[in-house]
């Protein structure tokens, strides 16, 4: 009884949806802070982000001529479930009891959801804007995924284990990947970057060329919750690095009695993804949106090559160092 | 993908005024575009051979809201011209000052929004943020942000005291600061750089052959520039190198627009620390004699051109207005094609164009090809006959 209500807790309450929600409008604030003031902006109020999401869900929902609208309301509710399952399986305050070995392939593949998401919203809206945004997105999603995958599942090379929470558990014992690992760490990240389509890799989205892109037909509850979608993506992908490279939540040594240490390892995980955003914050401020040709360009000839080489070095370290 | 059509305007977020581009694209490569102009057209020539010299003036400021100051002052130029005035060397320098200014204030904007085509918001933030001193610096000066009214026929309305000479000149250095730092932003920042070489590329045959003007003109190293060749107010006194590039690309463009920003700030400076004492305008009569003039004037765009024909009176007879916009629009439509999707905002932006500006009407007959005048009658004749059709669907 206790376990079962133990796991509703974990799902609904903490860490699961709610505090994810909050938090990830909590990030997002302090995302758009950071960057309106390196840019000498004021920035928006602190409940800014929960009161666009309220406002657009009152706003009225328009449905294009001759689009399928179920689908259209269905398509943003999966991609905001599919990242939300994905942070389910990251460890936020210890190893996540629904951890299994093979959840790391998982949340991968559930946070490229979004994309493929965004595709067919593009693809469905009969909006030329949308269609070649859509068709953007799904061509970056072949862009930066292998190199991102390439530089997730290394770590899980040199832990031997498919795990998140085992890969923590064996940083705990030795070192942080991001030390063993630095190229990954920076092919991750930008990685990530790309896949929250955010500046330089804003591409499906450019304002200026394609309006909104795949959003340019989202009104109402499926903008918002489309919305809601990427800040979620937001809180599980800084999660997942700081799971995969930082150490994730674990301490070096265990504290007693267990929920003060359950307790430092959130404050842990917190420092940790907001370090993250700040960097992301600041790769976004710093560049200008480069074109689909070119990120293909840097994509497959430097992302892939350096993440190659990354699990190069992994294999080489794995054989000379054979781990306890 | 086979080849789409992709209708960028008349509203866009790209565009900041109305404008039609039919972008025939295959994938992502342009093939062809055709371009829709005229959305906006206003009048205004028709307007200002309707009012007398004071009058048009403000009118004629009106016609841009960022270079409001060179077409009052190109009028006025040609308007003197006409009537053989020579103003005061006071009123010289304040225009120039003021022209300077207006220039930096535009080149400024157009960085900003050059930026934002590419997504690189942080610098166009940081460019309007500095704008902001320029504009404090006009408004000291003649009490306005957008449009000065400073130019009168015969000199300028307002003197400068001491005090705003020295606050202008206080702000000076803080501005050298920062068009220095943007040089340097603008010639190793790598997502710019890699949005800006080689795009929209235009070789100096091909300036010339379509009649490119101002810093589009000079990014291909066509060394045209009117305050040189053609020198008018202060322009013959003051010290100033014309900035040219080589390259002949959106990259170019945005150097030469860099440079000229610090060649403005060594204008003002000199002018500032020079400037003649003296009255600030000359009588000037109501009416001028018959004659026709081309006044011409090195807008933050471009060359500038207002024909003028008076008969006497003391209206203007014919105004005809050439924007530079109008003279770089040709330049565009060309090196669109073979270019990729992403890069027509930045290519458009290129030229800072100034659409509403360019508005004219000219009623073409399609068989024949005979250009020619409609009455007002006609036209909303034409106009219920198109209601009409819009009823029965």
């Known amino acids: ?16 949806f709610a505090f994810l929600i909050l938090y990830a409008w909590a990030l997002s604030f302090l995302d758009r802070k950071i960057a309106a003031r390196m840019q000498q902006r004021v920035g928006p109020p602190f409940y800014q982000p929960f009161a666009d ?116 558990l064996w940083q705990q014992k030795n070192l942080w990947f991001v030390f063993l690992q630095p190229i990954g760490f920076v092919v991750a990240l930008v990685g990530l970057q790309a896949k929250l389509e955010r500046t330089p890799f804003d591409i499906p989205e450019a304002e200026t060329e394609v309006i909104a892109g795949p959003w340019t037909e989202l009104t109402g509850r499926r903008l918002a919750l489309m919305d809601l979608c990427v800040q979620v993506s937001l809180v599980a992908g800084s999660a997942l690095i700081v799971a995969l490279f930082l150490g994730g939540p674990a301490l070096p040594w265990t ?28 790769i976004r401020v710093a560049t200008g949106r480069i074109r689909i040709d070119q990120l293909n360009d840097i994509g497959w000839k430097y992302l892939a090559g350096a993440a190659l080489v990354q699990v190069g070095i992994a294999l080489v370290i794995n054989y000379l160092w054979v781990t306890p | ?104 204030h535009s080149h400024l904007l ?25 504009q404090d610096t006009l408004e000291e000066m003649s009490g306005n942000r957008v449009h000065y009214g400073m130019n009168e026929i015969g000199g300028v309305r307002r003197d400068l005291t001491p005090a705003q000479i020295q606050a202008a000149l206080s702000r000076l250095p803080v501005l050298e600061e920062r068009v220095r730092q943007y040089r340097q932003m603008v010639e190793s920042e790598e997502t710019l750089l890699m949005r800006f070489r080689g795009v929209g590329r235009l070789s100096k045959e091909e300036v010339l052959k379509y009649g490119a003007v101002g810093p ?14 053609d020198p008018y107010l202060a322009y013959a006194e003051v010290p100033f190198n014309v900035v040219t590039d080589t390259s002949g690309d959106v990259y170019g463009r945005t150097r030469v627009r860099v440079g000229e920003l610090g060649e403005s700030l060594k204008i003002v400076r000199y002018c500032l620390e020079h400037i003649p004492e003296g009255p600030i305008r000359a009588d000037a009569p ?41 003279a770089n629009w040709t330049s565009v439509a060309v090196c669109l094609v073979n270019q990729n999707l992403a890069d027509i905002p930045v290519i458009v932006a290129a030229i800072d ?6 508005s004219r009407l000219t009623v073409v007959n399609r068989n024949d090809g005979t250009a020619g005048v409609i009455t007002f009658d006609e036209l909303r004749r034409r106009r219920d006959r198109q209601w009409d059709r819009q009823e029965l669907r």
């Not at chain 1, 267990?258 to 955003?277: D, R, V």
């Not at chain 2, 004071?54 to 003197?80: Q, W």
Request: include cysteine; charge should be neutral.
């Open chain 1, 255 to 282: 504290l007693s009695p267990p929920w003060l240490n359950a307790l430092a390892g959130f404050l842990l995980f917190l420092i940790k993804t907001l370090a993250i955003i700040l960097i992301l914050a600041s």
């Open chain 2, 110 to 134: 157009w960085l900003g929004v050059a930026a934002h085509e590419i997504g690189f918001n942080t610098l166009f933030m940081w460019t309007w943020r500095d704008r902001e001193a320029v």
């Open chain 2, 353 to 358: 164009p100034c659409l509403s500006c360019t």
């Open chain 1, 1 to 16: 009884m206790t376990d079962s209500l133990f796991l509703l807790v974990y799902i609904f309450l903490f860490p699961g």
């Open chain 2, 216 to 229: 589009t003109a000079r990014a291909s190293g066509v060394d045209y520039d009117v305050r040189k060749d």
């Open chain 2, 286 to 326: 109501h009416t001028a004699p018959e004659g026709e003039t081309l006044s011409r004037y090195e807008a933050p765009r471009g060359e500038l051109a207002h024909f003028i024909r008076t008969n006497g009176t003391d209206k203007a007879e014919r105004i005809d207005i050439r924007t530079p916009t109008l």
């Open chain 1, 53 to 168: 999401f309220i406002k657009m869900l009152a706003k009225e929902v328009i449905n294009p001529r001759g689009v399928d609208w179920r689908l259209f309301d269905a398509i943003p509710l999966v991609a905001l479930a599919a990242v939300m399952t994905a942070f389910l399986y990251i460890p936020v305050t210890g190893a996540s009891p629904l951890a299994f070995p093979g959840d790391l392939v998982v949340v991968l593949y559930l946070l490229s959801l979004p994309a493929v998401a965004l595709f067919l919203l593009g693809w469905l809206s009969r909006n030329i804007f949308a269609a070649i945004g859509g068709v953007r997105a799904v061509t970056m999603l072949f862009i930066y995924e292998v190199p991102f995958f390439l530089a997730a599942l290394t770590p899980a090379l040199m832990a031997g284990s498919w795990s998140i929470s085992d890969i923590v």
């Open chain 2, 1 to 104: 993908m086979a080849e789409v059509v992709i209708p960028i305007g008349p509203q866009h977020p790209a565009l900041k005024e109305p404008v039609n581009f039919r972008i025939i694209a295959d994938g992502e490569k342009i093939v062809r575009l055709e371009l829709d102009l005229s959305y906006n057209h206003r009048g205004i020539e028709k307007a200002a051979e309707q009012r007398n010299f004071i009058r048009v003036l403000p009118l004629l400021e009106r016609v841009c809201g960022i270079c409001s100051h060179s077409h009052a002052t190109n009028f006025a130029k040609g308007v003197e011209e006409i009537m053989a005035l020579e103003i005061p060397p006071r009123a010289r320098y304040i225009r120039t000052i003021i022209a300077e200014l207006e220039r930096m």
